[in-house]
């Protein structure tokens, strides 16, 4: 690595590299390493995550950089099984920024603290000279409490199945449509969307999780190859079992993506005891956004650190990290 690169942004292999090879040699500790998608702090009783906004374009189908940015703290918060409580916001605006569109964006942000029954606490506002930042960009912090203790991503074992909360890979084909300004005369929009509420009644059904994480940047294929290598198991994928809606389908065959590697932003993949899974099932299955939440993998030892693709013809292949300039600037 010489320069910093888009595909070091894109949630995949180059992120990854440019993750650990920097930050994490510079900044490592026992909390830091775990690679959650929240930091467990105060003995476990609390969580706490950051995270940053660039979306282009600002505005889509199903959301916009509001919405987003609470969606994405509030859900890192989630996966950790926390109740969203506190959070930060700091903005950069660019000079010439329109106020109604600021205000649209902020009205989003209200709007989805309201559903995570968080509120912001503290905050920041800059801005620059034009062309010195695109637009906006925004950044949350987010403290939350912990209602079940133990999920994490370093636990997984061949007790577990792997579910995918709903069908995958909307958001980021809503956002190339619309970067691209492509007509499609259909209902795609982004899955985004916050999920906590899921992951309460999870934990009030008494399910027990073993892992969570949304499944954003490098989307469903990113979190299994992290999971797969975080734990040293082999997750086998049945890729009939994989919920893909017809409208994310064509794009992905138009343009020759693969949806697993399409960034999400309301979709989360959960590991869980395999005897525990149907139960986990019906409680998601009352809601709208994980109707047809499905089991899409078991857990082996097959192949240690890796990821497999079973097709529907009896064939398999290693689902690898995604790599290159697939969609930057996703969320």
């Not at 259909?186 to 999920?195: I, Q, T």
Request: proline share 2%.
């Amino acid at each position: 690595m010489k320069t910093v690169t888009l595909a070091h942004g894109n949630g995949g292999a180059e992120n990854q590299e440019l993750i650990s090879k920097v930050f994490y040699k510079a900044f490592k500790n026992d909390i830091l390493t775990k690679s959650e998608d929240a930091a467990v702090i105060e003995d476990g009783n609390l969580a706490f995550t950051t995270d940053s906004f660039t979306v282009s374009p600002l505005f889509f189908n199903g959301a916009d950089i509001g919405k987003l940015s609470i969606c994405g703290t509030c859900n890192d918060l989630a996966m950790m099984g926390a109740k969203p409580k506190y959070l930060t916001c700091s903005v950069i605006i660019e000079e010439g920024f329109d106020f109604k569109s600021l205000e649209k964006i902020v009205n989003s942000m209200k709007k989805e603290l309201e559903i995570n029954g968080a509120c912001v606490v503290s905050g920041d506002t800059k801005v620059v000279p034009k062309g010195s930042v695109d637009k906006i960009f925004i950044n949350t912090t987010g403290i939350g409490e912990i209602q079940q203790k133990g999920i994490s991503s370093n636990g997984i074992t061949e007790d577990d199945v792997i579910i995918v909360s709903r069908d995958v890979g909307a958001h980021g084909a809503t956002i190339f449509a619309a970067r691209e300004g492509m007509q499609l005369s259909s209902n795609l929009k982004s899955d985004c969307a916050s999920l906590y509420v899921q992951i309460k009644a999870l934990i009030e059904a008494g399910v027990k999780i073993t892992a969570l994480r949304d499944a954003t940047r490098g989307g469903v294929s990113a979190v299994l190859n992290e999971w797969a290598n975080q734990s040293d198991v082999c997750i086998e994928v049945q890729e009939s079992k994989i919920p893909v809606s017809d409208e994310v389908n064509g794009v992905c065959e138009l343009l020759g993506f693969e949806s697993l590697s399409l960034a999400n932003e309301g979709t989360f993949v959960m590991a869980l005891n395999k005897n525990e899974a149907n139960k986990a099932i019906e409680v998601l299955k009352q809601f709208d956004n994980s109707k047809n939440a499905t089991i899409i993998a078991d857990v082996t030892k097959q192949y240690p650190k890796r990821v497999v693709l079973n097709s529907e013809w009896g064939t398999k292949r290693f689902l690898e990290l995604p790599t290159g300039e697939l969609l930057p600037r996703i969320c």
